[in-house]
């Protein structure tokens, strides 16, 4: 009982900067910590860290937010904004200073520049060289100062990270950061550090272009003598040229995927195998994932986004999907398009009928507003399948519809009696019969299609596209 009294604490975050959209990296990290806290019973906490000002906007703090309401992501609590905390960060700046971690720095923009000039011409490593460090010089006039962290100069810093395995990093390759700047707003490390702490995050989840910040936390920790969280960085993830992530490998805003017509749960599925694993587990529902996620089947290697994964999952989760929820997915899509949804057949049914062949809602649309909208067949098209010789059959057809009872078996019939009639077989009918009532030669079954368009629609494209045949002779 013991472990899961321990479990039952555990807490997570996922902390993003309102800087832009929320993107495969931060979802798929917002995921991890999200299934990790749900699996063990713990909390899962929202932080934006909004201390950028100039990049901070509100409109990415709502994309951030419905991204993960999309996603199914909700917060146990939060969102937490760091700039509405910045009184607590000056607070515990102040202890650091009155304990000796801490120190004000002087130093003006120029004389920094200047510092790191001489640094790189002498061959040196840029950094702070601590000269305010143990300074007992009288503080220049009208200076507001910056807070530095007095960085131990010797000694290392080590951790277990759960992901990547013992790392560490030898203090004398960091230098004594700035944790509040002259305006009181932290800088990240600092405030990560004071956030972690006072919402006694116990699993760090992050990605893993923060593992060179994580020392200098945890020196931060040390020098406040706090407990330090468990550390997890996630590997990278990259495009399918082994470049890291990023827009030129197309989407890489969560709601662009909305946008084209992938569902969550398939987005979900697939984030959460970007770097992790559960046996040979491909598609898997959210449930599934609580259950079976753990960090030590996290990978140490980079992941690979594969968009083609993604789009086979989509489609998988499309067939299964209901009816119902697919239809009011697709609506908004043939609305947009500019189809009358009143005009054609009820949309459920129409979904029923494409949904297996399609990846995303944007093709199941595409594919069903030739139900909502008269699709005028290509010269092309027209040029392949329309001739002389045909024509007369389609007239037949045309004619024997109007009589029939309108089911898809029956239809059926009507089309066999007219290829029978006419000596022909199946395609030489079914194709520009095809052309003619959708427009294009891929449909579903011709019968089907037929059934599901309704009486008057076929009978009115048939009408209309048997003047545009040739003249017999
Ligand atoms: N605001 C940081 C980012 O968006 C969060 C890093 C962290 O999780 O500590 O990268």
Known sequence: MAVFA??????????????????IGGARTALFCWAYAKKLGGTFILRVEDTDLERSTQQSVQAILDGMQWLGLECDEGPFFQMQRLQRYKEVAQQLLDAGHA??????????????????ASGQKPRYDGRWRDSMATPPAGVVPVVRFK????????????????????????DDLVILRGDGVPTYNFGVVVDDLDMAITHVIRGDDHVNNT??????????????????????????????LSKRHGAVSVMQYRDEGFLPEALVNYLARLGWSHGDEEKFSSEQLIEWFDLAHISKSPARFDAEKLAWLNQQYIKEADLRRLAGLTGPFLLADGCSLADGPPLVNVVALLKDRATTLRELADAAVMFYRVLEPSAALRAQHYSAEIRPALADLHTRLQAVVWNRAVINEAIKAVISAHGLKMPKLAMPLRVMVTGETHTPSIDATLELLGRDHVLARMEAQLMNFPAPG
């Not at 993003?16 to 993107?23: A, C, D, M, N």
Request: proline residues 7%; charged residues 25%.
């Open 6 to 23: 321990a479990d039952a604490m555990i807490r997570t975050r996922f902390a993003p900067s309102p800087t832009g959209f929320l993107h």
């Open 151 to 174: 960085t131990p100069r010797t000694g290392d810093v080590t951790w277990d990270d759960q992901v990547k395995g013992l790392i560490t990093i030898s203090n004398e390759e960091l």
């Open 215 to 244: 020392p200098r936390q945890i020196n931060m920790y040390k020098a406040l003598g706090a407990v330090l969280p468990k550390f997890a960085h996630l590997p990278m993830i990259l495009g399918s040229d082994g470049e890291r």
């Open 103 to 120: 120190y004000h720095c002087y130093c003006s923009k120029e004389e920094l520049d200047a510092m790191r000039e001489a640094q790189r």
